[in-house]
């Protein structure tokens, strides 16, 4: 089982639709955890970043961790057609590999009609 | 700032063949890493490295070797290719996994 489990899609949402993605874990010490971006054969951006858990909103993207049902998500409103990219979640912590290891889950390729 | 730079953008390589995919960043970032991407698998870390001198293995480090003698670069040796490290490959640097990793363009890598 991979630490990290994340539905690669693709999802199709109209214009103006909210999109929710989401990530499951299983490593409880993840604390750090990170949505990325990544436009077709281009390098991942960071797009969220949470500490520990709790909400954090950042313009029309708002990330929400939930760590006792180790369960994170990425809430996208007034989705745009620029929005369309594979999105990744991405998180680490102490334990095994400690905090220099991000893991990555595989990505949610995500495609905005307009 | 040229951020993370990767060189070559693609390359094709016969089995058995060696090369060093370059890596370079001028933010001063202490941690470096090497990343490969392949269909419906995300991002796996293979190396990374938190300071000159210094690295460590990461999920998928069998047949590939690195070096830290700079804080700039991070170069990335596979020593005898095999078809199964066909990808994506994709460095990043951070000041730590903690912050924001700055990932380069990537180099698309094929081994017939």
């Known amino acids: 089982q991979k630490e990290v489990e994340q539905d690669p899609g693709p999802l199709s949402v109209p214009e103006g639709a909210i999109v929710s993605l989401n990530c499951t874990y299983s490593n409880s010490a993840f604390q750090y955890f990170m949505w990325y971006r990544q436009y077709s054969r281009k390098g991942p951006e960071l797009l969220m970043y949470t500490y520990s858990s709790g909400n954090k909103e950042d313009g029309r993207f708002t990330a929400q961790v939930d760590k006792s049902s180790k369960y994170i998500s990425l809430f996208i409103r007034d989705s745009q057609p620029s929005d369309s990219a594979t999105y990744l979640c991405a998180m680490s912590g102490s334990g095994s590999g400690g905090y220099n290891k991000l893991i990555f889950g595989a990505g949610t390729r995500l495609a905005v009609h307009p | 700032n040229a951020g993370v730079t990767q060189t070559p953008k693609f390359q094709v390589l016969k089995t058995g063949q060696s090369m060093t995919l370059q890596c370079a960043q001028d933010m001063n970032h202490e941690y470096m890493s090497w990343y490969r991407q392949d269909p419906g698998m995300g991002l796996r870390l293979i190396h990374y490295s938190v300071g000159a001198g210094i690295t460590d293995q990461g999920e998928v480090p069998n047949g590939y070797n690195v070096s830290r003698s700079t804080t700039e670069d991070f170069p990335l040796r596979l020593l005898s290719a095999a078809p199964s490290q066909t990808s994506v490959y994709f460095c990043?640097?951070?000041?730590?996994?903690?912050?924001?990793?700055?990932f380069g363009p990537g180099t698309r890598l094929t081994v017939t």
């Open positions: 990043a640097s951070s000041y730590s996994t903690q912050y924001e990793q700055y």
